[in-house]
């Protein structure tokens, strides 16, 4: 039972590139969160998915999109990378009817 | 809308003393009130919630509703609470059931 696995850990982009920031679980949980953190904001919703095959925008969903073709996987794409992106990446997922959040570890992004 | 708001970014103690940080929220409805941690270089954990008056690791947490604060206290601090702590509300379930957190406090501990 790995938990909340995010890959990677750490990426560096130029302004203008694209990629996918991946997170997955292995509990079965039908919400999942993306969250991004940053230094006197806290952490800020970007999408988040309450099953699969639905997704809703969060508090900050510019710039992002996201896909839950799976219960365990649910990706986020920065489609045009900029440097107000940098920040650390946090997924998250729960059970209905539960309610702590398991996190992930993060991923610490750097656009430049 | 909800908002969670912390209005102490940075909190500074002595070990032994007493440690209080403050979270004030706004939602129309029904919240569940929570404190999540997270140590240095670890991923965010849940502390505590307001629905089940526990105590972890000696802190506590009152809701409030009149006051809408739902203040983290302990009353003796170790140098192994230095961590930062957001305060969290989720709302119903027609929400998403939607985590909004506030904007931490860092919490320093010292011998």
């Known amino acids: 039972n790995a938990g909340v696995t995010q890959t990677p850990k750490f990426q560096v982009l130029k302004t203008g590139q694209s990629m996918t920031l991946q997170c997955a679980q292995d509990?079965?949980?039908?919400?999942m969160s993306w969250y991004r953190q940053d230094p006197g904001m806290g952490l800020r919703l970007i999408h988040y998915?309450?099953?699969?095959?639905?997704?809703d925008q969060g508090e900050v969903p510019n710039g992002y999109n996201v896909s839950r073709s799976t219960t365990e996987d649910f990706p986020l794409r920065l489609l045009s990378a900029a440097p107000s992106q940098t920040s650390v990446y946090f997924c998250?997922?729960?059970?209905?009817?539960?309610?702590?959040?398991?996190f992930g570890s993060g991923t610490r992004l750097t656009v430049v | 809308a909800q908002r969670v708001t912390q209005p102490e970014k940075l909190l500074s103690v002595f070990k032994g003393a007493p440690v209080e940080l403050k979270c004030n929220y706004s939602?129309?409805?029904?919240?569940?009130l929570f404190w999540y941690v997270q140590y240095s270089r670890q991923r965010l954990q849940l502390l505590l919630r307001?629905?089940s008056r526990e105590s972890i690791k000696g802190f506590t947490a009152d809701l409030n509703k009149g006051e809408t604060s739902f203040h983290l206290k302990k009353p003796f601090a170790q140098e192994e609470d230095s961590a930062m702590y957001y305060c969290?509300?989720?709302?119903?379930?027609?929400?998403?059931?939607?985590?909004?957190f506030g904007e931490g406090t860092q919490l320093t501990v010292n011998p």
């Open positions: 998250a997922s729960r059970r209905a009817g539960s309610y702590g959040y398991t």
């Open positions: 509990m079965n949980h039908e919400y």
């Open positions: 998915s309450v099953g699969a095959g639905i997704t």
């Open positions: 939602y129309s409805g029904s919240p569940e």
């Open positions: 307001h629905i």
């Open positions: 969290a509300l989720r709302g119903g379930e027609t929400s998403g059931s939607r985590l909004t």
